[in-house]
């Protein structure tokens, strides 16, 4: 089964520290894969992608950064959080046309 | 850029009636995909249906089907029999289809509530 495991589930953290964020895929090899944060009343925000092993597009400017040291790892992270960071972040994979999204099941991240 | 619209930010329906949810897009493109993605209170984002912009012929998933007007860039998701496990937030989303990588974009969500 093609699998995404996400985690933590639910993260709460101070202002100024930093935070990393895994994602791994199971069952598939070479696949796109993205970040995306969801904010309330904004539905989904596209963050990163990744076509391959050290391959990170940014969408946006902002405070966090990603990486991809594995095939089939992505890492979101940030030195110092702000509290506009704070949100459901979600892992997602592209299918095998890649046309379709499967998702992971999010981190909450709640910055305080 | 493309452009995705849902402009019902909640709805509700009673169980085993029918609903509709809204969606536009704007694109210059005639070759894309398009999107339902549902999101539950567990919140953890599934493909519900999705269509092919060169395919006339609406799709359909079990009670759910889409009313897709390319003319129109209107693509609405139809709901027949709801029950209670439909509650969830609903995400019309457009992708572009041509190689390489695509951006998926998504619309704000309309929160669905199914009432027993």
């Known amino acids: 089964s093609q699998t995404i495991h996400q985690w933590p589930a639910t993260l709460v953290q101070p202002v100024g520290s930093p935070l990393s964020l895994e994602c791994t895929v199971e069952g598939t090899s070479n696949p796109n894969l993205y970040w995306y944060r969801q904010a309330a009343g904004r539905g989904l925000q596209l963050l990163f992608y990744?076509?391959?092993?050290?391959?990170i597009s940014s969408e946006v400017p902002q405070n966090l950064s990603a990486s991809r040291p594995q095939d089939r790892q992505f890492i979101l992270s940030s030195k110092k959080l702000l509290l506009s960071d704070s949100g459901f972040y979600l892992c997602?994979?592209?299918?095998?046309?890649?046309?379709?999204?499967?998702f992971g099941s999010g981190t909450q991240l709640s910055v305080l | 850029a493309q452009t995705v619209t849902q402009s019902q930010p909640e709805m509700s329906v009673q169980e085993a009636e029918t609903v509709t949810l809204s969606c536009t897009y704007d694109?210059?493109?005639?070759?894309?995909?398009l999107f339902w993605y549902k999101q539950p209170p567990s919140r953890q984002m599934i493909l519900v249906i999705r269509q092919e912009a060169y395919k006339q012929q609406n799709a359909t998933e079990n009670r759910f089907s889409v009313n897709f007007q390319k003319a129109a860039k209107s693509f609405s998701l139809k709901i027949s029999d709801s029950q209670l496990g439909d509650t969830a937030m609903y995400f019309c989303a457009f992708r572009k289809n041509s190689g390489g990588y695509q951006k998926v974009t998504f619309g704000i969500g309309t929160k669905l509530q199914v009432i027993p």
């Open positions: 990744s076509v391959g092993i050290g391959q």
């Open positions: 694109t210059s493109e005639n070759n894309y995909y």
């Open positions: 997602a994979r592209g299918g095998a046309t890649n046309e379709k999204l499967f």
